[in-house]
């Protein structure tokens, strides 16, 4: 007897020993639970990314309206200035005993015909004169408008700024942040992330959208970089630029602009070429390598690859960029 409690006794110790060992600590995230905080990470990231360029490329555009309305002011002055020389002369001609009316060119004419050619002059004169004040205070319009228009667009590039550099730095924090949840990941989790699969190789159509298919095509394998802009790494949003600027064709820089060019298709019409954007905020976008796949720069830590096209995230539109 006291044999069999001794066996039975051992039994027990190592089924509990066994439980505690296999039973997450406290502060232990399940591995599946971490994937998935990695994943709503970057993808916030990603937004954040998009968000900070979409600043930036506000801040640029003010800027050019900045200039442009600075310009125009200048360009309304110095024409305003131009006829206002030609006024001052005419003024001064009237001031000086050029009398521009009827009774004059009369009194002193010595013929019909001097009084005909005089009067003639006369109207000339006044209507030149007519004209150069008229123009004198359009420019002088023009220059203020120019002047309001360049003072608002200052104050919209000052507000941009401050923007640019609020997203930046939430930017940064969210990347900081996904970095190292990406370190708290396993080896195998790190691997298989990292696996860009196999090369996909497709007969690209003609044209624009067949072009740009191929060079997205071509950057299989290359790693993403939040905000990168390429040739060695991309974002998301960089790689669709890039794909169609290789086939001469301009599109904006982040996916929230990408999200209104060309025209919307459904999907049961997605061709070769068209971008898809994915999520209710538009925050990421892949082209489509057919009716079933696509290419994109998924996120870091995960290469450029070929993902079936509903398995990416839930689609919020397909734009066809050309035809």
Not at 152 to 177: H, I, P, W
Request: with cysteine.
């Amino acid at each position: 007897m006291p044999g069999r409690r001794a066996a039975r006794t051992t039994a027990l110790a190592a089924v509990v020993a066994a439980t505690v060992v296999s039973m997450p600590t406290a502060h232990a995230q399940p591995v599946d639970e971490a994937l998935k905080a990695y994943t709503d990470l970057t993808r916030e990231a990603e937004k954040l990314s998009q968000d900070h360029l979409k600043a930036q490329s506000d801040l640029s555009r003010a800027n050019a309206i900045v200039v442009a309305a600075t310009e125009a002011e200048k360009k309304a002055l110095a024409e305003s200035e131009q006829y206002r020389g030609q006024v001052d002369v005419l003024t001064t001609a009237s001031f000086e005993g050029a009398r521009l009316n009827n009774l004059s060119a009369f009194l002193t004419s010595t013929s019909q015909q001097d009084f005909l050619e005089r009067m003639q002059a006369m109207n000339i004169i006044a209507s030149d004169q007519n004209a150069a004040v008229s123009q004198m205070a359009a420019n002088i319009d023009t220059a203020q408008k120019a002047r309001t228009d360049a003072t608002k667009a200052a104050a919209a590039a000052e507000k941009f700024a401050a923007d640019v550099s609020t997203r930046k730095v939430a930017m940064d924090q969210q990347v900081t942040a996904a970095r190292t949840k990406y370190q708290s990941l396993t080896v195998p989790q790190q691997k298989a992330l990292a696996n860009p699969g196999p090369t996909v190789t497709v007969n690209a159509p003609p044209g624009a959208a067949g072009a740009a298919l191929s060079f997205a095509m071509s950057q299989q394998g290359k790693p993403y970089v939040f905000g990168s802009n390429g040739p060695n790494s991309w974002d998301c949003s960089s790689l669709m630029q890039a794909s169609y600027r290789a086939a001469g064709v301009t599109i904006p820089r982040v996916t929230y602009d990408q999200a209104k060019i060309g025209r919307a298709v459904g999907r049961g019409e997605v061709a070769p070429g068209d971008l898809i954007i994915y999520y209710s905020g538009q925050s990421h976008v892949a082209m489509a390598v057919d009716s079933v796949r696509a290419v994109h720069a998924s996120t870091e830590g995960v290469p450029v690859k070929v993902a079936n096209i509903d398995s990416i995230g839930p689609i919020s539109v397909i734009r066809r960029v050309v035809g």
